[in-house]
Antibody, heavy 114, light 107 residues
């Protein structure tokens, strides 16, 4: 059974950092496109970043230069390193498989506030 | 960036009736268009990809159509569990973008 389990969310001050993790089971992370998608409270969906199976990465303009997507093949885990966090980064962050997302994690809430 | 515009923002329909949701792209996305359903407190669920291919296990009352810049999601006979927010998404070009959503509510 395919599962994606995120962790690492929480409350952080503006300018701070967090690292989100997404532990995958039932498939191999490195063989798939893997993404982070976020949803601000009461708002729609926003694609944040993707890592292709070949290792190429892409970022939304809103996070470029501040966020880094990566994976650990030995742990079958996806990461999102988030630096220089801003209030507008407050959202539920979902780990997702593929670009037509057939599997989503349960989401982890990141709150950026002083 | 390709802008995805959904209409209407809210659609009120009675159970058993047909619902038609629209999605327009600011430039052609070919057939690289997906639809998702999201219920409160849940992650989205993939319904349609490739503009018209139903995801595994999706009831046949859901159908997608269109190509280029104009797309439609149709729910032929609404069930109580279909009332939710629906998003379209283009994956033709990076950055991948979503529409702002259509809320399908009970009339």
């Amino acid at each position: 059974e395919v599962q994606l389990v995120e962790s690492g969310g929480g409350l952080v001050q503006p300018g701070g950092s967090l690292r989100l993790s997404c532990a995958a089971s039932g498939f191999t992370v490195s063989s798939n496109y893997m993404s982070w998608v976020r949803q601000a409270p009461g708002k729609g969906l926003e694609w944040v970043s993707v890592i292709y199976s070949g290792g190429s990465t892409y970022y939304a303009d809103s996070v470029k230069g501040r966020f880094t997507i990566s994976r650990d093949n030995s742990k079958n885990t996806l990461y999102l390193q988030m630096n220089s966090l801003r209030a507008e980064d407050t959202a539920v962050y979902y780990c997702a498989r593929d670009v037509t997302i057939d599997y989503w994690g349960q989401g982890t809430l990141v709150t950026v506030s002083s | 960036e390709i802008v995805m515009t959904q209409s209407p923002a809210t659609l009120s329909v009675s159970p058993g009736e047909r619902a038609t949701l629209s999605c327009r792209a600011s430039q052609s996305v070919s057939s690289n268009l997906a639809w998702y359903q999201q219920k409160p407190g849940q992650a989205p669920r993939l319904l349609i990809y490739g503009a018209s291919t139903r995801a595994t296990g999706l009831p046949a009352r859901f159908s997608g159509s269109g190509s280029g810049t104009e797309f439609t999601l149709t729910v032929s006979s609404l069930q109580s569990e279909d009332f939710a927010v629906y998003y379209c998404q283009q994956y033709n070009d990076w950055p991948i973008t979503f529409g702002q959503g259509t809320r399908l509510e009970i009339k």
